[in-house]
C-alpha cells in the first residue's frame, strides 16, 4: 500500500523558512516523481515542485522559483520542500504526491496523495 505522509507544517511569519518532509513507503521510491502541491482556500490545487526520484530532475512553479527547493533523500524514502522567504500567499494546505510515470507537476497527473500539511504565513 502506498504511504505518503507529511510533516513539517506550521505558522511562520513572512520572511521566514519552513521545511516540509514527505515520508513514503509502500512503493519502489526510485521508480516514482514525488511532488509537492498545494490547495489554497477557494482556489484549486497547484503543483509547487516536483522530483524525479531515478533521475533527480527537477520542476518549479515560477511563483517559487529561487525560494523554494525540493529534495531527495532515496536512503530514506524521503522528499524534502526547504521553503524560504515566506510569502502570505504561500498559505495553503501543502500535499506530497506521488506518480510512477509523471513527466509534468500536475495534480491531475499523480495518484497518490497524502494527507496534507498547514502551512500558514502571517504578515
Known amino acids: 500500500e502506498v504511504q505518503l505522509v507529511e510533516s513539517g507544517g506550521g505558522l511562520v511569519q513572512a520572511g521566514g523558512s519552513l521545511r516540509l518532509s514527505c515520508a513514503a513507503s509502500g512503493f519502489t521510491f526510485d521508480d516514482y516523481a514525488i511532488g509537492w502541491f498545494r490547495q489554497a482556500p477557494g482556489k484549486e490545487r497547484e503543483g509547487v515542485s516536483c522530483?524525479?526520484?531515478?533521475?533527480?530532475?527537477?520542476d518549479y512553479a515560477d511563483s517559487v522559483k529561487g525560494r523554494f527547493t525540493i529534495s531527495s533523500d532515496n536512503a530514506k524514502n524521503t522528499v524534502y520542500l526547504q521553503m524560504n522567504s515566506l510569502k502570505p500567499e504561500d498559505t495553503a494546505v501543502y500535499y506530497c504526491a506521488a506518480d510512477p510515470g509523471s513527466g509534468r507537476c500536475l495534480p491531475a497527473d499523480f495518484g497518490f496523495w497524502g494527507q496534507g500539511t498547514q502551512v500558514t504565513v502571517s504578515s
Open positions: 522530483i524525479s526520484s531515478s533521475d533527480g530532475s527537477t
